[in-house]
Structure formats: structure tokens, C-alpha cells
């Protein structure tokens, strides 16, 4: 599951376990053992098995390839109902990714839509969904001879479902402390362009946030291999300039963020300039304000990059401004960005 939600580091003693990291909140959660049953069907392959039999071998292709593609999604209570945002967007993407990693999945875009919006109806209360396209033969290659192609599907509250069954709680921090990775560049789209979603992209940025969390940080953010900014292990990265407008780096180097997008998107109807280029580390240092972008996170604003004040210190009134406008397209707020939403009931009785 992708998240941005910060461990107990030594930097804090007072954990907050999950209180606000999905934007609709999910409460504080007491330790509970890793065998409580959580009561959620995941559809595989057509069917909707019940949690805890969605598996596969422990020597699967995926499993010890790193072939597994995937995509992550949000889900949100409005007043017409649950709704999936940017559905096609998030699907797209998928597909996109099985494109490059070259995986042979023969699923088409409304097969999966519709059964993602299957799998949250089947699912009340579902905060996330996760699909994922993988290989469960068990091989003796890195070219598999069995190409067949599962996917499943997921959809569920990551608090009370995941993170309330693990023996350490995550701390939330409403702003963050970020790290700039100095040792490894490693969004180099000549190894697996990082425009992939598939597991194999996640390791070298998972050794870089670990070492980076272990020193009391909240996020790092990773350099691409010309030493210019890139992105967040499951974030994109924005700052906004002394005109007030905002600046990300461009796609050749980063993930296709969905919220990432929305908010390029959100800031040009609101009359915000935007530009995507090229930017080094040192004007992060010199902007008056940062801020990371995500699936889970939403807009998190960030104080500090490697120690160093970020402006005020504080959350800048750009973030803060377009946190709450993408809180509200989200959860429906918004007539002008309505069609973003899929409501899963939709057409239904």
C-alpha cells in the first residue's frame, strides 16, 4: 500500500497512528495481532474470493521478479454515493504500465473499470483500491514460459484493514521534513522508466526512504541521473516561485501522477501559472513554498528540505489553498470537476 504516513522516528515520542493520511481521516487504532480476519472479498480473475484467500506461490514469477504491475486509487463518500477518483485516468495508466513492462495482459480498459466499481460495491466503507496485474507461475527464468496474466482487485480502508494490524503505528505529520537523496539517482528511464507502476521500480526508492525515515525524516525526495529533482518514492513534487506560480518536474523523469495531474489541472482554472521543467535541487532550497502530491497524501505541504526552512517555516497559503480545492473536487465539492468522480452505484437500483 502505497503511503506517505511517517513511522515513530526518534525525532517524535507521540504517535498519532493514521489520523489523517487517507484525506477522509481514519482514526487511531489500538496494535492488534497479524491474524485478525478482515472481513473483504478481492476479485481475482472474475471471481470475489474472501481476504485471506487471494495469494499466490511464494516462488511466482511476480514474487521473485518484481514483475507485478499495479495501481492505486482512492475512493470517497459524496452525497450521490461512493466514488472512485479519476477511474479511466487511474486504469489508463495501468494499461500503460503493462505496456511497458511488457506483461501480454489481455483485460481491456472497460472489463476493468467495471470491475473495480464491482469490487467497491462489494466492499462497503472501501477508502482505496488497489489493482494488480502479475504473473503467479511459478518459473525458472526471468522470461516466463507460462504468460499468463492474473489480476486482482482490491478494495479496502487501509487503517482499520492494514495498518492497525502492525506492530509498529505511523505517525501523521500535517507537514513534512523531507530529505533530499544524495547517494543514488536512480530514475533512469534506460533501466525501467519510471513511468511503470510495477514493483521492481520500488526497491532502490524503498532502501533510500527507509535510511531516510531512520534519521527522522518524514520523506526523501529521489534526483534523476542529470542531479535534477524527480519525485517522491509514491509522490510528485511541486514549489511555488516568488510569482506565485508553480513548477513540478517534467514527465520524462517522474511517475504520471493522477493527483499530480489534477492539480496542474485544478490550478489552471483557477488561473494559476504552471510549468512543468527542470528543477534543481538548491531552487527547492530558495521557493517559498514546496509541496508533494499523491494518491494518499493529497497536497502535503513541506517545511523543511535536508534541515533547511522551507519560507515561513509553515504550510504557505498556495498549499493550503490547493489542499483544501483537491479535498473538495474529491469528495464531490465541486460541480465543475464532478465528471472526475465514477460513482460505483451509478445506473444501479
Not at 514460459?145 to 482499520?160: E, K, M, Q
Not at 496542474?264 to 531552487?283: F, K, N, Q, W, Y
Not at 526552512?309 to 497559503?317: E, K, L, N, T, V
Request: charged fraction near 25%.
Amino acid at each position: 500500500m502505497p503511503s506517505s504516513c511517517a513511522l515513530v522516528s526518534r525525532r517524535t515520542q507521540n504517535p498519532d497512528p493514521w489520523a489523517a493520511c487517507h484525506p477522509r481521516g481514519c482514526g487511531t487504532f489500538p496494535a492488534v495481532s497479524q491474524e485478525a480476519r478482515v472481513d473483504r472479498r478481492i476479485w481475482v480473475d472474475g471471481e470475489l474470493v474472501p481476504w485471506e484467500r487471494a495469494s499466490v506461490h511464494l516462488l511466482s514469477h511476480s514474487l521473485q521478479r518484481g514483475s507485478l504491475i499495479f495501481d492505486y486509487m482512492s475512493v470517497h463518500a459524496t452525497p450521490r454515493g461512493a466514488a472512485v477518483f479519476r477511474l479511466r485516468e487511474h486504469v489508463e495508466r495501468f494499461l500503460h504500465s503493462a505496456e511497458l513492462v511488457g506483461l501480454p495482459l489481455e483485460r481491456k480498459a472497460p472489463e476493468l473499470e467495471a470491475a473495480i466499481a464491482a469490487t467497491v460495491r462489494a466492499n462497503p466503507g472501501a477508502t482505496a483500491v488497489k489493482i494488480c496485474a502479475y504473473l503467479p507461475s511459478i518459473e525458472v527464468d526471468v522470461v516466463p514460459l507460462d504468460a499468463r496474466v492474473a489480476v486482482a482487485i482490491a478494495a479496502y480502508d487501509p487503517g482499520p484493514d492494514i495498518v492497525r494490524h502492525k506492530p509498529v503505528q505511523p505517525v501523521f505529520h500535517p507537514e513534512l521534513r523531507v530529505w533530499i537523496e544524495k547517494r543514488v539517482r536512480n530514475r533512469r528511464s534506460d533501466i525501467v522508466p519510471p513511468q511503470a507502476k510495477v514493483a521492481a521500480n520500488y526497491a532502490s526508492s524503498m532502501t533510500a526512504k527507509w535510511r531516510a525515515r531512520r534519521e527522522g525524516y518524514d520523506e526523501i525526495l529521489l534526483l534523476d541521473e542529470r542531479g535534477c529533482v524527480a519525485e517522491g518514492p509514491t509522490t510528485n513534487v511541486f514549489l511555488v516561485d516568488a510569482a506565485g506560480a508553480l513548477r513540478t518536474p517534467r514527465l520524462e523523469h517522474v511517475l504520471p501522477g493522477i493527483t499530480r495531474l489534477s492539480v496542474l489541472e485544478i490550478a489552471r482554472h483557477d488561473g494559476l501559472a504552471v510549468h512543468e521543467t527542470d528543477v534543481r535541487p538548491e531552487e527547492l532550497f530558495a521557493a517559498p513554498e514546496v509541496f508533494l502530491t499523491g494518491t494518499t497524501a493529497g497536497v502535503w505541504p513541506v517545511v523543511s528540505l535536508d534541515d533547511r526552512r522551507i519560507g515561513s517555516g509553515q504550510a504557505g497559503p498556495v498549499s493550503l489553498r490547493l489542499r483544501d480545492r483537491f479535498r473538495a473536487v474529491a469528495t464531490g465539492g465541486d460541480p465543475a470537476f464532478e465528471h472526475w468522480l465514477h460513482f460505483v452505484d451509478a445506473g444501479r437500483e
